[in-house]
């Protein structure tokens, strides 16, 4: 199973942020973990805002457009 699902570019978005920023990535994690909603938000290098919804059950993340 795939642990990164969701919009593509969103996806390709939060691996480029990862490559250059790899405590982002842990950042964004933990900060999932600890909302109600499990929900974090991020913004890729082109301006466009995301939002990344953990599983906890799974582990499974998926990426959206944020609202």
Known sequence: M?????????????????????????????????????TAAFQAEDGTKYKLKLDLATGQMEVSPAD
């Open 2 to 38: 795939e642990r990164l699902i969701g919009d593509q570019a969103g996806i390709d978005a939060l691996r480029s942020l990862s490559k250059t920023n790899r405590e982002f990535l842990k950042y964004l994690i933990t900060e999932a973990r600890s909302n109600s909603d499990h």
